[in-house]
């Protein structure tokens, strides 16, 4: 098993997950970070994932794991995806082979739609990726992304503390470089982040 780690900056890094075992009290470096660069999100994972970065600007690459050997623990990783100017890494997902879910994507402003996996193409890791979608001052960035099935809900929480409860199965699904529709009125404030619920948690 292994942890896998993503940065603002596109830089992704396997670790095994037995260098993690012996955690003291002062904790462990997990990660050695650039300066400006921070930690955006941590997966476990078996070795066999297909890996999805998506940035707040609309574009996302997926590759396949194996492509990022494990390194150390101080180590600092290597480049996921190229980034343009001004963009960040806002998440990322890993996803099984063939899977059938599809990836939800949801912007500061309420928008969101989900998107058929079988449109990221697997491509080589440390590439621009494309467009997973279109962003215009009227959906504003992209402030989140979850892998979702149609048993999924979903919470969209704004900066003013409101937080609505969706389902997946509600949120339209949508090609790649689409704009989505209204899940949320700009209204509540902007969207600042989203989790899904597992249905056994209802």
């Given at each position: 098993m292994?942890?896998?780690?993503?940065?603002?900056?596109?830089?992704?890094k396997?670790?095994?997950?037995?260098?993690?075992?012996?955690v003291?009290k002062?904790?462990?470096?997990?990660?050695?970070?650039?300066?400006?660069d921070?930690?955006?999100d941590?997966?476990l994972?078996d070795?066999?994932?297909?890996?999805?970065?998506?940035?707040k600007?609309?574009?996302?690459i997926?590759?396949?794991?194996?492509?990022?050997?494990?390194v150390?623990?101080?180590?600092?990783?290597?480049?996921?995806?190229?980034?343009?100017?001004?963009?960040?890494?806002?998440?990322?997902?890993?996803?099984y082979v063939?899977?059938?879910a599809?990836?939800?994507a949801?912007?500061?402003?309420?928008f969101g739609k989900?998107?058929?996996l079988?449109?990221?193409?697997?491509?080589a890791?440390?590439?621009k990726?494309?467009i997973?979608y279109?962003?215009t001052?009227r959906?504003?960035?992209?402030v989140?992304?979850?892998?979702v099935?149609n048993?999924?809900?979903?919470?969209?929480?704004?900066?003013?503390?409101?937080?609505?409860?969706?389902?997946?199965a509600?949120i339209n699904?949508?090609g790649?470089?689409?704009?989505?529709?209204?899940?949320?009125?700009?209204?509540?404030?902007?969207?600042?982040?989203?989790?899904?619920?597992?249905?056994?948690d209802k």
């Amino acid at each position: 098993m292994y942890l896998l780690f993503a940065t603002s900056s596109g830089i992704i890094k396997k670790t095994a997950l037995k260098e993690y075992a012996n955690v003291n009290k002062n904790g462990l470096q997990a990660i050695n970070l650039k300066e400006n660069d921070f930690l955006i999100d941590v997966r476990l994972t078996d070795g066999n994932y297909n890996i999805i970065l998506v940035t707040k600007q609309g574009q996302s690459i997926t590759f396949n794991e194996k492509g990022a050997r494990p390194v150390g623990r101080k180590s600092q990783g290597v480049i996921g995806i190229r980034l343009g100017k001004q963009d960040t890494v806002i998440g990322m997902e890993c996803i099984y082979v063939n899977s059938t879910a599809t990836l939800l994507a949801i912007t500061e402003n309420g928008f969101g739609k989900r998107t058929e996996l079988e449109e990221y193409k697997v491509q080589a890791r440390g590439g621009k990726g494309i467009i997973t979608y279109k962003i215009t001052p009227r959906t504003g960035e992209i402030v989140g992304i979850r892998i979702v099935t149609n048993s999924d809900d979903v919470m969209l929480i704004t900066e003013n503390g409101t937080i609505i409860r969706i389902s997946a199965a509600a949120i339209n699904v949508l090609g790649i470089s689409t704009q989505g529709v209204t899940l949320m009125r700009s209204n509540d404030g902007k969207v600042v982040s989203i989790e899904k619920i597992p249905e056994e948690d209802k």
